[in-house]
C-alpha cells in the first residue's frame, strides 16, 4: 500500500480518512466490527500506514477518535454538497486546524514537507494529514469522488477513484452482492416472461 506518488500517496489518504468516517459514524466494514471502537481506528491506521497508530496510547487513540468526529461529519456530507459548501467547511476545519509544515527525512525517506512539526502530537499529525488530503482533492476533482453507497440499508460513504466515476458501493462486499440479488428477484418478479 506504500505510495509512488504525490498523487498516490493523497489518493490514499483519502481513501484512509473515508473509511475513517465510516467507523467514527458506526459502520465498520465487516472484518472490523468484532474491533472495540478505538482499535477498529487503530486498525484502519495501520493498514494505511499511519505508523505511529501502532504504538499510539489509548488516549492518543481517545483524542484522535475526538478530532476524527467532525471530519468524519464534514466527509459524510461530501456526496451530498456542492463544491462551494464543501469548500467552506473545510476552510473553517483547516483554520481552526492551525497548521504549521516542517520538513522530515524518516524512516529511511527522502527529505519532505510534514503538514506539522516534530513533536506534533499524534491526533493533531493526523487529522492535518487528512484535511490537507481532502483539501488537495476538492482542489483536483471538487466533490466528484465522493459517493454513498448504493444498498438499501448502508450509509457508507466511498472515495470513487474509477476513471469515469461508476463506483456504487461502499467497500463491503456484501452491498454490491445483496443489491444484485435484489434486482435479479424484482426484474424475475414483474417479468411477465418469468425470466
Ligand atoms: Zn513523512
Ligand atoms: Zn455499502
Do not use: Y
Not at 499524534?122 to 471538487?142: E, N, P
Not at 466511498?158 to 461502499?170: A, G, I, L, V
Amino acid at each position: 500500500m506504500r505510495a509512488n506518488s504525490i498523487d498516490d500517496e493523497i489518493r490514499l489518504t483519502v481513501d484512509a480518512a473515508v473509511e475513517l468516517a465510516n467507523v467514527v459514524h458506526g459502520e465498520p466494514l465487516p472484518d472490523l466490527e468484532p474491533l472495540e471502537p478505538l482499535e477498529r481506528l487503530r486498525a484502519v491506521l495501520v493498514d494505511f500506514e499511519f505508523l505511529r497508530a501502532r504504538t499510539a496510547a489509548d488516549a492518543e487513540l481517545g483524542a484522535f477518535a475526538d478530532r476524527m468526529v467532525s471530519i468524519g461529519r464534514l466527509i459524510s456530507s461530501l456526496p451530498d454538497s456542492d463544491l462551494a459548501d464543501a469548500v467552506e467547511r473545510i476552510n473553517a476545519q483547516l483554520e481552526a486546524a492551525a497548521i504549521a509544515p516542517s520538513l522530515s527525512a524518516h524512516d529511511g525517506f527522502a527529505l519532505h514537507i510534514h503538514w506539522t512539526g516534530p513533536s506534533t502530537p499524534f491526533a493533531h499529525q493526523v487529522a492535518v494529514d487528512l484535511l490537507m488530503a481532502l483539501a488537495q482533492t476538492l482542489c483536483d476533482h471538487g466533490t466528484d469522488r465522493f459517493g454513498r453507497c448504493a444498498a438499501d440499508d448502508c450509509d457508507r460513504v466511498f472515495h470513487d477513484t474509477t476513471k469515469n466515476r461508476s463506483r456504487r458501493f461502499c467497500a463491503d462486499p456484501r452491498c454490491a452482492s445483496r443489491t444484485h440479488t435484489a434486482a435479479h428477484r424484482a426484474r424475475r418478479g414483474t417479468d411477465p416472461d418469468g425470466t
